[in-house]
């Protein structure tokens, strides 16, 4: 998806210039908002949405037990939103008791959908 946007801002040129691949990036980011991004988002329950911002906290990766207090539930009951998140492919394990995200660059739209309150 990226490489197509970033070609056809110029189709008839032998190379890319950082303009065409900051156009095409930002088409291509335009693209997976609207088609996948903003619906993965609606489908989200309540407790999804906690699971999900007790995530942006952290950096690389993120504690089971670190979400599960943020959310103010047991790790238990966080187990079962992770699992959830899991078989979605919005998050993924990172080694026992750690995940993160795994569907590129939606962290950063549901941090500006939260930031922005949209």
């Given at each position: ?7 056809r801002q ?28 903003s619906s ?71 941090h500006t ?6």
């Amino acid at each position: 998806m990226f490489g197509y946007h970033i070609w056809r801002q110029n189709p008839d040129k032998k190379n890319i210039s950082i303009e065409d691949a900051k156009e095409g990036v930002l088409l291509a980011q335009n693209d997976l908002e609207r088609m996948i991004y903003s619906s993965t988002f609606r489908d989200l329950s309540e407790k999804d949405l906690a699971f999900l911002t007790a995530m942006l906290e952290d950096e690389e990766y993120s504690k089971i037990s670190n979400i599960a207090a943020r959310m103010n539930v047991s790790s238990k009951y966080a187990g079962e939103y992770r699992k959830r998140l899991i078989a979605q492919g919005i998050i993924g394990s990172r080694g026992y008791g750690k995940v993160a995200f795994d569907l590129p660059m939606f962290r950063e739209y549901l941090h500006t959908r939260i930031m922005h309150n949209l």
